[in-house]
């Protein structure tokens, strides 16, 4: 099973700050098709998870162009620039690149 | 607008079955892989099932294989969880979810508690 590793495990950042939350998988997330796997979600405090990042770099539908994505291969990163009070909650990274599908274990973001 | 809407939940025995229902609206079901996504108390999100447009192909991680058989009615936009033999480790929050090809889980549901204990 490809184990994804994230970090750190939470931030506290100001309001208006930068991040960056680091996700690392055991073994290649490149697909025999040539495409990378690799998602973000955001799970807001008492509500669903939801899509922020799909293969590595392309926002889903209505996000922010303040969340970015990059990385390759087995790490990856989550930037998320200008943060506002709505950033605040879980973030997971997830690969769909093969089965089983995996998660990290999340990185807490909390605000100053 | 997509909506996801879990149902079916609740308090069951170890060793027992119960059976989720995931009403879908909003989009064309039956062009999506769907699946299912869960989340102990206080903990991280696992994948438990997935299931191709058609029904045909089905995927279990080893924690809910053999016990779990995820399905579809496209003709009714719904989709199910069987889950039998339960055991306390199932307790989670359970999330419908549709699955883009490429994409990953685009669309969640609210979830639905499932509780495993005498």
């Known amino acids: 099973d490809v184990v994804m590793t994230q970090t750190p495990v939470s931030l506290s950042v100001s309001l208006g700050g930068q991040v960056s939350i680091s996700c690392r998988s055991s073994?290649?997330?490149?697909?025999?098709?040539?495409?990378?796997?690799l998602s973000w979600y955001l799970q807001k405090p008492g509500q669903s998870p939801q899509l922020l990042i799909y293969?590595?770099?392309n926002r889903f539908s209505g996000i922010s162009d303040r969340f970015s994505g990059s990385g390759s291969g087995t790490d990856f990163t989550l930037k998320i620039s200008r943060v506002e009070p709505d950033d605040l909650g879980v973030y997971y990274c997830?690969?769909?690149?093969?089965?089983?599908?995996?998660f990290g274990s999340g990185t807490k973001l909390e605000i100053k | 607008e997509v909506q996801l809407v879990e149902s079916g939940g609740g308090l069951v025995q170890p060793g027992r079955s119960l059976k989720l229902s995931c009403a879908a609206s909003?989009?064309?079901?039956?062009?999506?892989?769907m699946a299912w996504v869960r989340q102990a108390p206080k903990k991280g999100l696992e994948w438990v099932a997935t299931?191709?447009?058609?029904?045909?192909?089905?995927y279990y991680p080893d924690s809910v294989k053999g016990r779990f058989t995820i399905s579809r009615d496209n003709a009714k936009s719904s989709l199910y969880l069987q889950m039998n033999s339960l055991k306390s480790e199932d307790t989670a929050t359970y999330y419908c979810?549709?699955?883009?090809?490429?994409?990953?889980?685009?669309?969640w549901g609210q979830g639905v508690m499932v509780t495993v204990s005498s």
């Open positions: 979810a549709s699955l883009k090809l490429g994409a990953g889980f685009d669309y």
């Open positions: 909003g989009f064309t079901f039956s062009n999506y892989y």
């Open positions: 299931i191709s447009t058609s029904g045909s192909r089905t």
């Open positions: 073994q290649s997330l490149v697909h025999n098709n040539g495409n990378t796997y």
């Open positions: 293969k590595v770099s």
């Open positions: 997830g690969q769909g690149t093969q089965y089983p599908l995996t």
